[in-house]
């Protein structure tokens, strides 16, 4: 995974376990990073993932259908070390008209291994300040981000506009 790879120093309790229907497990973590570790914010993935049960599945009647579900759920878990910030940087914009439409491409980078999950929003303003087409999402930043915006120009007057692109380590 790389930089602030949280993977080779993380351990979970239980590692295999078995649940009925309508039961429910408890998985305890344990994060031990090496005292030369930096500080950042250190992550990785886990997956969760059932397998069918032993058993064959029951004879059907006709018209009968059976299957078996088997759920697969992916955790993300982060451990923040010492005093860090989770601040994009506008690192490149490039901007271009085609056809009916207007096209801007961002490029977002956080610093190494601090993730920033929050929200990015563009507003494009007319002449006289008042803002004419907006673009808001929910992202996560892990290094670097490359988002595309289209705004339609069939409803903009010729003119000058200016666009703003705000990121806040904030969402709903």
């Known amino acids: 995974m790389g930089a602030g790879d949280l993977t080779p120093h993380l351990r979970f309790f239980p590692q295999r376990f078995r649940l009925e229907a309508g039961q429910s497990q408890t998985l305890r973590f344990l994060a031990r990073l090496p005292a030369e570790a930096g500080a950042g914010v250190y992550w990785t993935r886990l ?17 009968e259908i059976q299957a078996q579900i088997v759920g697969s759920q992916n955790v993300i878990i982060y451990l923040r070390r010492g ?37 990015l929003r563009c507003r ?12 808001r999402e929910y992202v996560p930043i892990y290094g670097t ?15 000058s506009y200016t666009l703003r692109v705000r990121s806040r380590t904030t969402r709903p």
């Open 47 to 63: 997956e969760v993932r059932g397998t069918p049960p032993p058993k064959p599945l029951a004879r059907l009647e006709e018209g």
């Open 83 to 119: 005093s860090v910030e989770a601040r994009p940087e506008l690192e490149a914009a490039e901007a271009w008209a085609q056809g009916d439409a207007s096209y801007l491409r961002l490029r977002l980078r956080t610093a190494a291994s601090v993730p920033a999950i929050g929200t």
């Open 124 to 135: 494009l303003r007319d002449g006289a300040g008042v803002s004419v087409a907006e673009a």
């Open 145 to 159: 981000l490359t988002r595309l915006y289209r705004f339609s120009l069939r409803q903009l007057p010729p003119g």
